[in-house]
């Protein structure tokens, strides 16, 4: 079984200041690690995710996050925010089985609040 | 390409009446998933189907709780009777392929309101 800890609810950040979003996992096996987001008034859609290969995966808008397995962690982190990222960011984890698709694990959500 | 659609988005339903919610995937996606968001909360996997068949539905409460796949394109969901904690918002998704590791395709969400 897996577990996914995002510890900050909610993140208030100044429009252009950089921002970090946490996210730690817990697992017995090896997983796939995604970051969704939630616009206002909008559904879950992926931002990005690890599969394998480079540790660092990036966005279309700007986002990267860096999977870290030492620290059993994948950070989101963006150095420039804007008004539009406002909304709800879920860290998710899906078991890497050699069989097919998997359900997610999701965390409690971090509610990043951009500030004019 | 249309995305996941959910019927209906709101319902208010009074304790142990029965409700049942409706998914249409994205066309050709394989995978259907299930999920409950109570506010405050990440997203929990209810039931997991591949094609018409049940792949995961080891967290669902299957002494009021039911799915089915017909046909292997849309779903349904019913919770009967209802009870006050079943208040959250139930989420479709799709994936395209069976393959560990595919993203999933949300949907906006029924939000139920259990009195």
């Known amino acids: 079984a897996q577990s996914v800890t995002q510890l900050d609810s909610q993140v208030p950040v100044f429009e252009e200041a950089p921002v970090e979003l946490r996210c730690n996992y817990s697992?017995?096996?090896?997983?796939?690690l995604f970051w969704y987001v939630q616009y206002p008034n909008q559904g879950l859609q992926l931002l990005l995710k690890?599969?394998?290969?480079?540790?660092l995966v990036e966005s279309i808008n700007g986002f990267e996050a860096e999977f870290n397995k030492s620290q059993t962690s994948f950070h989101l982190r963006k150095p420039s925010v804007h008004i539009s990222d406002t909304a709800e960011y879920f860290c998710a984890v899906s078991e890497r089985s050699g069989g097919g698709a998997d359900g997610l694990t999701f965390g409690k959500g971090t509610h990043l609040i951009i500030q004019p | 390409e249309a995305g996941v659609a959910q019927s209906p988005r709101y319902k208010i339903i009074e304790k142990r009446q029965s409700v049942a919610f409706w998914c249409n995937p994205i066309?050709?996606?394989?995978?259907l998933y299930w999920y409950q968001q109570i506010l405050g909360q990440g997203p929990k996997l209810l039931i997991q189907?591949?094609?018409?068949?049940?792949?995961?539905d080891s967290q669902l409460p299957k002494d009021r709780f039911s799915a089915e796949r017909l046909k292997g394109v849309d779903s349904t969901l019913k919770i009967q009777p209802a009870k006050l904690e079943d208040s959250a918002v139930y989420l479709c998704a799709s994936s395209f392929r069976d393959a560990p590791g595919e993203t999933q395709y949300f949907g906006p969400g029924t939000r139920l309101l259990v009195l």
């Open positions: 690890y599969l394998s290969g480079s540790t």
């Open positions: 066309s050709g996606h394989a995978t």
């Open positions: 697992s017995s096996v090896s997983v796939y």
């Open positions: 189907f591949q094609n018409n068949g049940v792949v995961d």
